[in-house]
């Protein structure tokens, strides 16, 4: 499925779960590194993932690499990490590279052309974003998608040695269309 989105200040390449899988086994760290942004520790762990496989009968996923239009770098990614194809659901994931990007809105336009190209082309109905209580920005960014709050999920993540509540936020493909 490679496919492409563009906007008007940036160039959105698909990786699909076989495709991620495949960096992850084949490509070397500075490729991954380049592509990705991960930390070397970040990339070993998803090639013990990727050695597993990321794709199942029931859940998928595709992300977006995002390049910047002016120095065709890549400045992060966007994409659905966690694809129920069954359900026709998928969890929404996101990130910049570098904090020199953000508040310039370019995740805004990332978001909305994946969005758009999840409800249209993949025929999502639920999208889902869990946000961490603290991730104040990345709430904003959603609810101007969007997305309403729908709850709290205690305990949810264990990141930096702590589990995180995450805050539930959903976007149904009748709000995204109406709200165009």
């Known amino acids: 499925m490679n496919k492409q989105l563009e906007t008007s200040r940036l160039l959105l390449e698909s990786v699909t779960a076989e495709e991620y899988q495949q960096q992850f086994i084949h490509d070397s ?12 520790d970040r990339i070993q762990k998803e090639k ?6 990321y794709e199942t009968a029931n859940k998928s996923l595709l992300l ?20 129920y194809l069954d359900h026709q659901r998928a969890e929404i994931g ?4 570098d904090d020199a990007y953000k508040q ?9 052309a994946v969005l758009h190209f999840g409800f249209t082309s993949l025929q ?17 960014l959603v609810q101007k998608m969007g997305f309403r709050e729908e709850g709290c999920l205690r305990a949810h993540y264990f990141t930096q040695n702590q589990y995180e509540d995450s ?13 165009k």
Do not use: P
């Open 167 to 179: 805050l539930v936020f959903g976007l149904l493909a009748s709000e995204f269309m109406e709200n």
């Open 48 to 53: 013990v993932r990727a050695q597993k496989g």
């Open 124 to 140: 999502l109905q639920r999208v889902e974003a869990f946000i961490g209580r603290d991730n104040i920005a990345s709430q904003r």
């Open 29 to 40: 760290e500075e490729v991954i590194q380049s592509r990705w942004n991960l930390s070397l």
């Open 104 to 112: 310039q809105g370019i995740m805004t336009e990332a978001l909305a």
């Open 94 to 97: 996101y990130g910049l590279y």
């Open 64 to 83: 977006f690499l995002i390049r910047s239009k002016t120095s065709s770098n890549y400045i992060g990614w966007c994409g659905f990490h966690t694809w």
